[in-house]
């Protein structure tokens, strides 16, 4: 029979599958960070239980961490007592930890790749729903709760009802200026923000294929925005020559016999897909969100748009909730919106061709007055690896913020956050209401737009930017 | 967890499409290591303003919505971040059930966990039953997980579709690790081949 990427994991990762009860599901990797798990490892105490498999769990503190001096004390006593916590539980139950003084510290979504623990064919689980990300090398991972969590590391597997899957397929060629953070918003976009609700995606077609790595994290990361379950992209040389060397990677003739089992994850041909959905690189334009969840999304040639023109009468009031907290009229050009800051960072957009792209806007230039702008690498690895290349000069020369590695003003559970009635240009992955800070409002974007923004202190699109 | 069968509850309508993990409780509440203490802050930027008095406005606050256990939602609810601690502080809060048209899949999960039942019924029913808690103080409704129905005061029941093995989870109130480790032979053997 065909089978399509995710069968083919799942059917491998199958510990009990009878008809009449819900699988159990084995869990390769599971990465841990501070804020969803003290209640998991508390339960296991609780219940005199261990951790099955401390080999197969890796630990970072990410969510909480301040971005500043990392040689001065932790202010926010309860963060601090939470990453604690995370080191405690770490040290008990035997699990590796990157805490905040590693050199390999950064966002969960970010090591894992980088470590080379993000491997092909694997299950991985996290605490995060952004754990999608690693669904770019053709892994099988998804956002779990605590419970989930819990289970686990209790028993190295979940129990797991299988998913639909989605093809969602991308011929064509990218025009200039436009990124993978543009492919996937105009994704979500199309399909609506419960789009892939009980679904599986797997990218597929010639603009997916042509992407780096880096690019199809950043695909595979919003997948959750569209409400899917997991993202996916297929390994292919590109996927093999990214992990060939990494910490965690296999070596010599492991990793030569791991490249030839890889070989046998992609989809046959003549799989068939519960849903499918096609799009024409060529026909997406830089984009930017204008309202309160991710489907609120337009090209940035476009305008602000208007509540009377939603088809029912819950999107009518959605609409004008969201223009109301984001203090936009309708018909407004999109250009036309001023920023008070810029945020270059998240598990989305921190990766160093990230921060690559928006030096290279941010080069010999100067972030408006009355910007704030901050750069935040996602890991300590891409911020050595940016000051190697003099990326951290060229983003101080014009103005912008230098920060040590974390989520930051993502989700804003560190210092980092927008005041009240500040926007902010972000290309992190949620625009949700005082998502980055009670009254905030954030549009979404890609690093080349957010840098572009910074220096004009309003959207621009990329294209004509000179 | 606590077992669910049936319950009796008044019901209160929030209007919103979409409404995310973030409103249902902020990010600031999160850094808690505890699984207890997140009922106060539920939907907190909503349901207070900004010198921490009640919002008048927010449905939660209105005197007939006191001791409310059926929250009545649209469209995916739920979505966004993986936070457990949604779940944690609708319960604390006193949510029995959430009906909607459709939910958020991790939210959902998050839900069987914690002794919470989210039912997903048809848009027009969710608009009518929606519509009678606006237009009716008072107003409650019957949940029978076992019959899997959902039963207004008229005696209308509306049926609903759970998993087999989440039914019967919630119904017995059931220790899913515990229901896992009984087949650690599988786990082992799987590991060793």
Request: some cysteine; glycine content about 8%.
């Amino acid at each position: 029979m065909k089978k399509t990427m995710y069968e083919k994991i799942w059917e491998a990762h199958l510990v009990r599958a009878s008809a009449d009860e819900v699988p159990i599901l084995y869990i390769d990797t599971h990465l841990v960070h501070e804020v969803t798990s003290p209640q998991a490892f508390e339960g296991l105490r609780l219940n005199n239980r261990k951790v099955r498999r401390p080999d197969l769990t890796f630990a970072t503190m990410d969510h909480n961490v301040p971005t500043t001096d990392r040689s001065l004390p932790i202010t926010d006593l309860i963060a601090a007592k939470q990453m604690e916590t995370l080191a405690q539980n770490c040290a008990e139950f035997d699990i590796p930890l990157y805490d905040i003084d590693s050199p390999e510290q950064g966002i969960v979504h970010v090591i894992g790749p980088e470590l080379g623990i993000t491997q092909p064919g694997t299950t991985i689980v996290c605490g995060d729903s952004h754990t999608s990300t690693h669904g770019a090398l053709g892994a099988l991972a998804f956002g779990i709760g605590t419970s989930e969590i819990e289970h686990v590391l209790a028993t190295q597997c979940l129990l797991q009802q299988k998913s639909e899957t989605f093809e969602i397929r991308i011929d064509g060629t990218l025009p200039y200026g436009v990124t993978a953070k543009d492919i996937i918003l105009s994704i979500i976009g199309h399909i609506g923000i419960d789009g892939g609700n009980g679904a599986v995606v797997e990218y597929t077609g010639s603009a997916i294929r042509a992407l780096s790595i880096e690019e199809r994290m950043t695909v595979c990361n919003m997948s959750i925005e569209a409400g899917a379950r997991a993202g996916m992209i297929a390994p292919d040389d590109a996927t093999y020559e990214y992990i060939a060397g990494r910490r965690f990677a296999p070596k010599g003739e492991d990793f030569d016999a791991a490249v030839e089992r890889w070989k046998e994850l992609p989809t046959d041909d003549g799989a068939t897909y519960d849903r499918t959905l096609q799009l024409d690189a060529a026909d997406i334009a830089p984009q930017v969100t204008w309202g309160t969840n991710p489907g609120m999304v337009t090209d940035v040639t476009s305008r602000v748009p208007d509540p009377a023109d939603m088809a029912t009468t819950d999107e009518k009031r959605a609409t004008e909730h969201a223009l109301e907290y984001m203090d936009l009229q309708p018909g407004t050009p999109i250009t036309d919106i001023p920023v008070d800051r810029v945020f270059i960072g998240s598990c989305t957009n921190s990766r160093i061709s990230d921060l690559r792209a928006a030096a290279e806007v941010a080069n010999g230039r100067k972030v408006a007055e009355n910007v704030s702008a901050m750069v935040v690498p996602g890991s300590q690895a891409v911020k050595r690896q940016a000051e190697a290349e003099g990326l951290d000069e060229i983003f101080r020369a014009a103005g912008f913020e230098w920060r040590e590695a974390g989520c930051s003003m993502c989700l804003g559970m560190n210092p980092d956050t927008l005041m009240p009635g500040q926007r902010c240009a972000s290309t992190s992955n949620r625009n949700f209401e005082g998502r980055q800070g009670k009254g905030g409002r954030t549009h979404l974007v890609s690093p080349q737009m957010a840098a572009a923004t910074a220096v004009t202190g309003h959207f621009v699109d990329i294209r004509k930017f000179q | 967890m606590e077992a669910f069968k049936e319950h009796v509850g008044l019901v209160v309508p929030l209007d919103r499409i979409n409404v995310d993990t973030d409103q249902i409780i902020p990010k600031q509440f999160l850094k808690r290591i505890e699984r207890t203490g997140f009922g106060e802050f539920l939907f907190n930027d909503w349901r207070y303003l900004e010198n921490g008095d009640p919002n008048p406005e927010f449905v939660l606050n209105h005197p007939r919505y006191s001791g409310v256990s059926i929250l009545i939602a649209g469209v995916n609810f739920g979505c966004g971040s993986s936070r457990e601690h949604a779940p944690w502080a609708l319960q604390q809060y006193g949510f029995k059930a959430i009906l909607a048209p459709s939910f958020a899949d991790i939210f959902r999960n998050n839900c069987y966990k914690n002794g919470i039942l989210p039912i997903a019924l048809p848009a027009d029913v969710i608009t009518s039953l929606s519509q009678a808690a606006h237009d009716t103080e008072g107003y409650q409704l019957m949940i029978d997980l076992e019959a899997q129905s959902v039963i207004c005061s008229d005696g209308t029941a509306h049926t609903f579709e759970i998993g087999d093995f989440e039914k019967y989870c919630l119904l017995n109130g059931l220790d899913e690790i515990g229901w896992t480790l009984q087949y650690e032979a599988d786990i082992a053997a799987y590991e060793n081949r």
